[in-house]
């Protein structure tokens, strides 16, 4: 489908930003600094990492996970924003392909309960990370390149990128 592109500045509209992957702090500096402003401007800043960085020192919260599971952390997150409903369908009829077959044959096996011990974060802690991004007015996510190094680095980065196509967050200013 056609993907609208995000100015980078527009993360400093957003009201949930998630650094995945990436040590903003020492490597995406302009990236850092807009992510900083957004958090003035009210937004929580979260990272996610497989180890602690400057990013989740600077972060409101930071989720240490398993390497190569990245992955397993999305589609987990995937799962309770589909189970629970908090989906922009509207988005999802016009713009995605293959949602149908995400839901009814991959995440039924992708349970917070069942990925936890892939990711290393438990179950409660991933459901809450799913309801949070999922009800964010623009929730933005910055994806680093570390994670690309996987075996499963491509299909990783794919998994990420349902996240902001299932909750419609490439229409709101801030948010993709």
């Known amino acids: 489908g056609e993907t609208p592109a995000m100015e980078p500045a527009e993360i400093e509209q957003s009201d949930l930003v998630i650094l995945w992957g ?3 702090a020492a ?3 302009h990236a850092m600094r807009d992510a900083q402003v957004a958090r003035k401007n009210g937004a929580r800043l979260w990272a996610i990492d497989t180890y602690r960085t400057p990013t989740c020192e600077a972060a409101d919260e930071a989720f240490l996970i398993r390497p190569g599971g990245d992955g397993a952390l999305a589609l987990a997150m995937l799962h309770v924003i589909e189970r629970e409903g908090l989906l922009d369908r509207e988005f999802i009829s016009a713009n995605v392909l293959g949602f149908e077959e995400l839901t009814s044959r991959i995440l039924p096996d992708c349970s917070p309960a069942q ?3 892939v990711c290393g974060l438990s179950a409660a802690v991933i459901e809450r990370l799913a309801r949070e991004y999922a009800r964010a007015k623009a929730p933005f996510i910055r994806l680093g390149s570390g994670l690309t190094r996987y075996g499963n680095g491509a299909m ?3 998994t990420i990128s349902c996240l902001p196509a299932v909750v419609g967050a490439w229409t709101k200013p801030g948010g993709g």
């Open 27 to 29: 490597t995406s500096i």
């Open 115 to 117: 990925m936890a011990d």
């Open 22 to 24: 990436i040590n903003a």
């Open 156 to 158: 990783t980065v794919r």
